[in-house]
């Protein structure tokens, strides 16, 4: 099977832009990347849109209506946070399967503000603070908790993620906030679900990012490989059955099945990891993925954000970008951004945040329900 | 108003049974090939696969508390705060609910604490004015 290349990529910087339109984002993300490669979309032989909230209203079409109707199939994917991922996914394996050369793969969503989840029982009350919270943050305090349940994990370790996902946006023009905030503020901020205070939450905002992805006869072809990077591996996992899961969503499972996947795939460990954008969701989603990933053994996941080993210039930065808490996730978008973040260190390109001398990098989403995708990215030359 | 004033509660879940003459109490369905105990109905095992292997079973009204979190921001109209708390049962079955009777604080609240699962009124009446039964747990020392 052929090698498959990121051949161009690009993101808009993420905020809120409730005059535009969902096929408006996700179409200017797509000419970025098409720009990024010198390409055009009459060079594409497909699109693989991701896009959650309005799946059932067929937003790849649509992009294509403002950027060029050349007849080309489109996959519509939606897969709760994992839609971005998904949808890159689903242009790799056209690509391994030999199927297309060229194709485009494109991430956008456009969010309101406030609390997600917390849907009702399905009886004719709803129970979200009758039965329990099953909003995100609250989900995900469960999932922090459990940590510290079995690890002795503190709210202060925690809020340290935020602390530094924040200062690492500072170096990214494209995160949707540049702004420092110290663990005082981070700790003493509004209280949603303990312990994830409201600056340890994401952020909603809208969003779009886009990759072009090339075979290697193509990208050969097409004179572009010098800026190219190898996908090494592609994993994809749904929850496999554990204990509560289908109480608390078992995030852990399901990601650590999609790196095992991931990097046998690859023939690497995670060792051999340069730099990491993974699912910070909410801060204490970080900390549980820094083991999932196998960046640390089990329990060392605290220790690792204490001694800065994922900050900028440690031995593993995390989320240079800013993540999700500061860069903003916008849902379906995220999947594709988190692969334009680790192809711009790859190419040497991210400026002041740049991973030196970085040559593999992984990405990771997980959504809720579950799902897990898992990315590693390769510098070619 | 006086007709559903006076009306049986319905269960705020399928699994919460009332019945005529006893107690309420929580139903679960296991599996008779691997044991593995489910909230709610299924035919098939999500831990094993097997078929047609479900018999009912009555819940434990007690168990430890295996996480919780305490939540000071929901949507408008929920009273916070609260603690939301996941609960092993004895004898099988994991069930995510309200912790009551106690301080929501996270320092008062103990990992592996024995609590009790108790039935009372919801508080919330659906669009017809019906009223509602729910489970909560409380601590059980």
């Given at each position: 099977m052929t090698e498959v290349y990121v051949v161009g990529t690009d993101m808009i910087k993420f905020g809120r832009f409730p005059d535009r339109t969902v096929p408006q984002l996700g179409a200017e993300a797509a000419l970025m990347a098409l720009d990024d490669a010198g390409l055009t979309i009459h060079d594409m032989q497909a699109l693989y849109c991701g896009n959650l909230y309005e799946a059932s209203n067929m937003p790849g079409q649509r992009v294509l209506r403002e950027i060029g109707q050349t007849g080309i199939p489109v996959v519509n994917c939606a897969n709760a946070c994992a839609t971005g991922a998904t949808a890159f996914r689903e242009g790799f394996a056209a690509i391994k399967a030999g199927m297309y050369d060229v194709v485009l793969c494109v991430g956008v969503e456009q969010m309101g503000k406030g609390l997600l989840g917390g849907g009702g029982g399905g009886s004719g009350i709803p129970t979200e603070g009758l039965l329990g919270s099953g909003t995100m943050p609250s989900v995900f305090a469960h999932v922090g908790m459990e940590h510290t349940r079995n690890h002795g994990t503190t709210f202060e370790q925690f809020a340290k993620v935020s602390v530094k996902n924040h200062h690492h946006s500072t170096l990214n023009p494209k995160a949707m906030y540049q702004i420092e905030t110290p663990l005082q503020e981070v700790m003493g901020a509004?209280?949603?679900s303990y312990p994830n205070t409201k600056l340890m939450c994401s952020v909603n905002v809208d969003g779009s990012a886009a990759a072009v992805l090339a075979s290697e006869s193509a990208a050969k072809r097409l004179g572009l490989m010098g800026r190219a990077v190898r996908v090494r591996a592609s994993a994809m996992t749904s929850d496999p059955y554990t204990p509560r899961n289908l109480v608390m969503p078992d995030f852990n499972a399901v990601t650590r099945l999609a790196a095992k996947q991931a990097y046998e795939q690859a023939g690497i460990g995670p060792e051999d990891v340069n730099l990491v954008e993974l699912h910070d969701c909410f801060a204490t989603a970080e900390i549980v993925h820094y083991e999932n990933l196998g960046l640390c053994a089990d329990g060392e996941g605290g220790r690792m954000i204490d001694e800065g080993e994922t900050a900028l210039g440690g031995r593993v930065p995390v989320n240079?970008?800013?993540?999700?808490?500061?860069?903003?996730?916008p849902l379906g978008a995220t999947g594709i951004a988190n692969i334009y973040e680790v192809t711009t260190h790859l190419r040497g390109e991210?400026?002041?945040r740049q991973v030196e001398g970085a040559r593999i990098g992984l990405t990771h989403v997980v959504g809720m329900g579950s799902a897990c995708a898992i990315h590693v990215l390769e510098k070619v030359n | 108003m006086p007709e559903a004033e006076s009306a049986k509660p319905l269960p705020v879940v399928s699994f919460l049974k009332i019945p005529e003459d006893g107690e309420p109490y929580l139903e679960g369905y296991k599996c008779g090939a691997c044991g593995e105990v489910f909230l709610g109905e299924r035919l098939v095992c999500a831990a094993c696969g097997a078929r047609n292997k479900m018999a009912t079973v009555r819940l434990a009204d007690k168990g430890t508390l295996y996480n919780f979190t305490v939540v000071h921001r929901n949507f408008p109209g929920v009273p916070v705060p609260f603690i939301s708390a996941i609960v092993d049962l004895e004898g099988g079955g994991t069930l995510k609910g309200n912790l009551v009777d106690m301080v929501p604080s996270p320092e008062a609240i103990k990992f592996d604490m024995p609590v009790n699962v108790v039935f009372r009124d919801a508080g919330r009446k659906d669009k017809d004015g019906n009223s509602y039964l729910a489970y909560f747990f409380t601590p059980a020392s």
């Open positions: 509004e209280m949603i240079v970008s800013g993540g999700l808490l500061s860069k903003g996730h991210a400026g002041k | -």
